[in-house]
């Protein structure tokens, strides 16, 4: 059945290169989730606000992060923008397209999660005499944080996982990039991209558990 | 209103690209799904520890990206002479994947069902098998449903990564058109589109069943 | 001195004050009490400027609450409110639930602020709860740090809205305790409050609401003993 011989050394040999590449992916996670983030607050905010002129376009981003695929999302990015003159590298398409996605995924489950807070700890915070924004940030955010932590640490999960869709528009310094890289020089398939899957699970896994040791640490309540 | 060189025949093209869309989605839920009962069902029997094996498997379908079990999987039937087309390896690998969240989702939906009524099902004289069947499976659906739609949907926006084999489903047709009539925005909107309006309805559905059923309790 | 002038609020259709008219000078306190739905919770809330008003207008040391102009941050800081549901913060230590305010508000310092606070949680009982997360107190220790919360911005007024109502009836006497010594300090105090043994005791003067109206103010001895009124006296022959 096997008319092939495994060739683990060799793509061992290409590990350093790998993990240089992991670290581009755990870059770009990072700093999509930072963004990503940001904008869901305002996203969250917007959605609730009796304002059309600010519910109305943040629903659109939120519905249409959540039901396109992100694949969908890069590629507007990358080839979408192109009508316009925008030309993003795939590096910057790639960003673009997870923040995107992020953005929506947590902007819903950050409305979820101040829906959960009693609106009287905001009356509260105001009988104190504390203008909306203060009560805002040093009250319902922190709160907010807490109820939606697990989410945020899935969706950081996904955000990792999603860095490998940006070979399909040229990235090649990410982890699934390099990996696609040497695959294409090498025709060694299945042992550089089984050593990928392991390097992936390994960093699914930390994140995973380093957020569990954040959350013993910072909600002690 | 739209000045756009894209025909009825091209709108045909995407549509059929929807449906290849539709059709791997269609074989990776009915797959993933029997497996998530077979093995929700089991986690939600046996110890933590006699399922570790299982719970590791599963976990790796969920910490590794998509897109390299598709390679993987590819590499491997090529590699074992197997020949299968990439529509079967591309069902097979996307059905493992399925079932991987849908065991979270009927596991967790069978310890929602109150110990207290199984115990008074099964004091009353039920088999284990009538018990699952009569009690625990109408409560536990109610639970999993809106769940459960939302991994159908996951999955079906998950499906565009088939193109990496080859496949010709509904994003890599409009990048096709993309190539050819060379107008991406206005292709992709379409695009999104179609994909939106496939999952949208059954979202929004979704999210009043589980309104109207959390209501009735 | 807090002046309620011919209130008038609605939610909706529904009017729930319906002319109103108090005075309450520096150092009384008022208790006021009603059936639910007579519009006493609303009023305060008026009086902070929570809620807005249909007409007439609530005047707090001659300010107009209502007025446009208004700085309501500013407004509030002079009057505290302490409400039914303690509304702790549940992220804050008791001692930084009840140094928020005065340190992000009033621009104290950490140390004004700290020293501010533990003078008010010794008052109300709690010197030995201050690393403590409200979530592990009991109902009345967070009702006593609330009225701490609210002492700690050294307001004019005080409001009570029914706060003891929601705790566990053994728990009812440390709070009242609390607001005992808050009246003999002089506190200019409103309280919402279904304790008729309070209002007896520790008010200068008891008002009766009943569907939206104040139907009827006098001192203790007077309002319990004669009352003028026929539904307070329907109100209190119902009342143990």
């Known amino acids: ?221 | 209103m739209f000045d756009t060189a894209l025909t009825l025949s091209d709108l045909m093209f995407l549509l059929k690209g929807a449906g290849m869309t539709l059709a791997v989605t269609f074989f990776a839920v009915t797959g993933g799904t029997l497996l998530g009962l077979l093995f929700g069902v089991l986690r939600a029997q046996i110890s933590v520890w006699a399922a570790l094996p299982l719970i590791f498997v599963l976990d790796v379908f969920r910490s590794v990206p998509l897109l390299i079990q598709l390679v993987l999987a590819n590499a491997f039937q090529a590699i074992a002479g197997l020949n299968m087309p990439p529509f079967a390896t591309s069902c097979i690998v996307l059905a493992l994947y399925t079932s991987a969240y849908c065991t979270e989702i009927v596991r967790g939906a069978i310890d929602a069902v109150p110990t207290v009524t199984r115990r008074a099902g099964r004091s009353l004289g039920l088999t284990w098998g009538q018990d699952m069947r009569f009690i625990v499976f109408p409560m536990a659906l109610r639970v999993a449903l809106p769940s459960w739609i939302g991994l159908t949907l996951g999955v079906m926006k998950d499906s565009a990564l088939v193109l990496w084999l080859g496949l010709i489903e509904l994003l890599r047709s409009g990048q096709i058109l993309v190539t050819r009539l060379q107008e991406p925005m206005f292709i992709l909107m379409v695009v999104g589109a179609i994909y939106f309006l496939m999952s949208f309805p059954i979202a929004r559905l979704g999210g009043q069943l589980e309104k109207r059923w959390r209501e009735d309790d | 001195m807090i002046e309620i002038k011919n209130v008038h609020k609605s939610f909706g259709t529904l009017e729930v004050l319906k002319g109103v008219n108090l005075t309450v000078d520096k150092g009384e306190v008022v208790a006021v009490i009603g059936g639910s739905g007579s519009g006493k919770s609303t009023l305060l809330t008026c009086i902070n400027g929570l809620e807005q008003i249909n007409s007439g207008s609530v005047l707090v040391d001659g300010v107009e609450v209502h007025a446009k102009t208004t700085d309501l941050n500013k407004l509030r800081r002079k009057i505290g409110i302490v409400f039914q549901q303690f509304n702790a913060f549940p992220h804050l230590t008791v001692l930084e639930n009840v140094t928020l305010a005065p340190r992000k508000v009033l621009g104290m310092t950490n140390t004004e602020a700290e020293e501010i606070a533990v003078k008010q949680l010794t008052h109300v009982g709690l010197a030995d709860k201050l690393s403590v997360y409200p979530g592990r107190l009991s109902g009345g220790q967070q009702q006593r740090m609330a009225i701490a919360r609210a002492l700690a911005m050294s307001p004019s007024y005080v409001l009570f809205d029914e706060v003891t109502s929601a705790l566990d009836p053994q728990l009812v006497g440390e709070v009242l305790d609390t607001l005992k010594l808050l009246a003999n300090d002089g506190m200019t105090m409103i309280c919402v409050t279904h304790e008729m043994s309070f209002a007896r005791d520790v008010s200068n003067r008891v008002a009766f609401f009943h569907k939206g109206v104040l139907a009827e103010i006098a001192p203790p001895d007077q309002f319990f003993t004669a009352p003028q009124h026929p539904e307070t006296k329907e109100f209190l022959s119902n009342v143990r």
């Open chain 1, 1 to 221: 059945m096997f008319d092939y011989t495994f060739q683990w050394r060799q793509a061992l040999q290409k590990l350093p290169l790998l993990l240089d590449g992991a670290l581009v992916t755990l870059q770009i996670a990072l700093l999509s989730m930072a963004m990503g983030i940001a904008f869901a607050v305002l996203l969250a905010v917007a959605r609730n606000s009796r304002s059309r002129w600010a519910s109305a376009p943040a629903s659109v981003w939120v519905e249409v992060s959540r039901n396109t695929p992100a694949l969908f999302q890069i590629y507007m990015a990358h080839f979408g923008l192109g009508s316009y003159g925008i030309y993003l590298s795939p590096y910057m398409a790639l960003l673009a397209g997870i923040t995107f996605n992020n953005a929506g995924y947590l902007a819903e489950t950050f409305r979820g999660a101040l829906r959960a807070i009693p609106g009287t700890q905001l009356r509260a915070a105001r009988s104190l005499g504390m203008p909306s924004m203060q009560a805002f940030r040093l009250i319902i955010m922190p709160q907010m944080f807490r109820i939606a932590f697990l989410p945020m640490t899935n969706q950081m999960v996904w955000a990792i996982l999603m860095t490998s869709l940006g070979v399909t528009v040229g990235m090649n310094t990410d982890l699934a990039g390099v990996t696609q890289d040497i695959n294409v020089r090498s025709f060694r398939t299945f042992e550089i991209f089984a050593i990928a899957a392991v390097i992936y699970y390994l960093i699914a896994k930390a994140v995973t558990i380093g957020a569990q040791l954040l959350a013993s640490r910072l909600f002690r309540y």
